[in-house]
């Protein structure tokens, strides 16, 4: 690696940005802690997603309407590294903030519990009420979703 010594550390602004919100605001130090430990892996993950077939100005008009940028379209997601993804942001919140809550969804997702489906498809579209009943289902707590 060029112009860097091995094993030097590189800085991580939206984690600097998190501990000097948290020096501001000590109160939010939890809800910092679970967000520099799940943002970067949000940020860094490569679910093999192709851009959508949507010109700039075609986004902008959805966005400008209040539209959801995504809504409508079919993206395809290497389901794999969607599965991995969602295990890793359940190992990094339990590590973060340890909970029986967030051990017992992290069980769930490595488990690859097959009814977890049923949770991940509302969630993703925001139907709070189906996603607590699956929830609920499975002793798993639907804010966590």
Do not use: F, H, Y
């Amino acid at each position: 690696m060029r112009g860097r010594r091995q094993g030097a550390k590189t800085s991580d602004p939206l984690r600097e940005r998190l501990a000097a919100v948290t020096r501001e605001a000590p109160d939010v130090r939890e809800a910092a802690a679970v967000l520099g430990a799940i943002l970067p892996l949000l940020r860094d993950t490569d679910l093999g997603v192709a851009a959508p077939a949507m010109t700039a100005d075609q986004a902008c008009a959805r966005l400008e309407q209040g539209q959801p940028l995504l809504r409508g379209l079919d993206l395809e997601i290497d389901e794999g590294a969607a599965r991995d993804l969602l295990v890793n942001l359940a190992r990094a919140w339990e590590a973060a903030l340890p909970s029986e809550p967030a051990r017992r969804l992290r069980v769930a997702l490595e488990r690859d519990d097959p009814g977890i489906g049923e949770l991940l498809s509302p969630a993703a579209t925001g139907d709070r009420g189906k996603v607590a009943a699956a929830a609920r289902l499975r002793d798993l707590d639907p804010e966590l979703l």
